[in-house]
Structures are given as structure tokens and as C-alpha cells.
């Protein structure tokens, strides 16, 4: 029988939850989620994870934050004055994603955790960053 190895592509169906059984994503109610193991398309974890799987073969795994998206990172968390913010942003609410644009033109993603009536806290740490994650996995395809 047939198993994964670097360089395959393949499909999966799976569903992603934290530790208290809380999931964050899923690929059931839709099409499986296709990739090619080892051009790092998916976190190093998830990959190790389906090396080796057969067709149709179903597993658990539980992904440590380090082969994950690695520790949250408090340097990566800034306190900004309400006043920096534009006119049409001053309904911030916590869960809203903003996209930031650098001084050298690259953006990138903060997440808005702590409002108050003098600052806005954002946070430029992936929402899953020092989190262990557990995935259920079916392999559905080798491409």
C-alpha cells in the first residue's frame, strides 16, 4: 500500500481544535484541503503528521506549539494611543483583524485584544501562536 512521502501532494480532510475541545477549523463541509509535503505550505507539525499515511487511513495527532506556530510572543503585542488611529477606524472592537502597512511598504496582520476609551492593544502573533493543537486527519488523495 501506497504511503505518504515528501514531494507528494495530497488531499486531506480535517478538522483542527485546541486543547478544551474547541474547533477552529475544519475542512469537512467542504473540499479537502491539497498540498505538496515539504514545500512548506503547512506548519512543520501538520506535514510530519501525514508522512506516511495510507489512502484512506484516519489519525489523531497532537501538534506541540513549537511545530505549530510557535510561543506567543509578548514583543510581537503593542499598546497604540486612540489618537494614531484614522478617523474611520475609531469603532475598533477586540477580534478585528487589521492589515499594517511598514515604513519599507510590507503589511501584515494584527489582531485588535484590549480597547479602552485612551488606546487600542494589537497583537502581531498568529491567533493559534502558543497553542498545542490536535487535528483529526483522513487521507483522501495522492496526487
Known sequence: ????????????????????????????????????????QMIPGFEQAVVGMSLDESKTV????????????????TVIERNQILENMQQLKVGQQLQIRQDDGQTFLVGVTLVSESSVTLDANHPLAGKDLTFDLQLVEII
Open 62 to 77: 497532537t501538534i506541540s506549539m513549537d511545530q505549530a506556530y510557535g510561543p506567543h510572543r509578548e514583543e510581537m503585542v
Open 1 to 40: 500500500m501506497t504511503q505518504v512521502e515528501y514531494g507528494n501532494t495530497v488531499k486531506v480532510h480535517y478538522t483542527g481544535k485546541l486543547d478544551d475541545g474547541t474547533v477552529f477549523d475544519s475542512s469537512i463541509d467542504r473540499d479537502p484541503l491539497q498540498f505538496t509535503l515539504g514545500e512548506g
